[in-house]
């Protein structure tokens, strides 16, 4: 069973930054496409960035600025680096993963990891 789990959420300051991480259990290259989606309180799930296997990123539009997708193959992680971090960013962030090979057709998500951003 593979599993995504997210970690480095927490409580910061509107203007700080923040790295949240998604370890999957077994190397990221069974995935083809992974990425981090949010949930705000109210809110849908939506989108943020999306990063391939040989680390071509794209975001949401409104994300480009003070988002980063990376991924560390080596450590089967991929990170969500934010910066000047605003109330509104404040959601629970989720790790999401499409499988390739054996794992064709699935599609995985970890538990999330809360960031509030408050003073």
């Known amino acids: 069973q593979v599993q995504l789990v997210e970690s480095g959420g927490g409580l910061v300051q509107p203007g700080g930054s923040l790295r949240v991480s998604c370890a999957a259990s077994?190397?990221?290259?069974?995935?083809?496409?992974m990425g981090w989606y949010r949930q705000a309180p109210g809110k849908e799930r939506e989108l943020v960035a999306t990063?391939?296997?040989?680390?071509?990123?794209e975001y949401v539009d409104s994300m480009k600025e003070r988002f980063t997708i990376s991924r560390e193959n080596a450590k089967n992680t991929i990170y969500l680096q934010i910066d000047n971090l605003k109330p509104e960013d404040t959601a629970v962030y989720y790790c999401?993963?499409?499988?390739?090979?054996?794992?064709?057709?699935?599609?995985?998500w970890g538990q999330g990891t809360q960031v509030t951003v408050s003073a």
């Open positions: 999401n993963a499409h499988g390739i090979g054996r794992l064709r057709g699935m599609e995985y």
């Open positions: 990063i391939t296997p040989d680390g071509f990123a």
């Open positions: 077994e190397t990221i290259r069974v995935f083809h496409l």
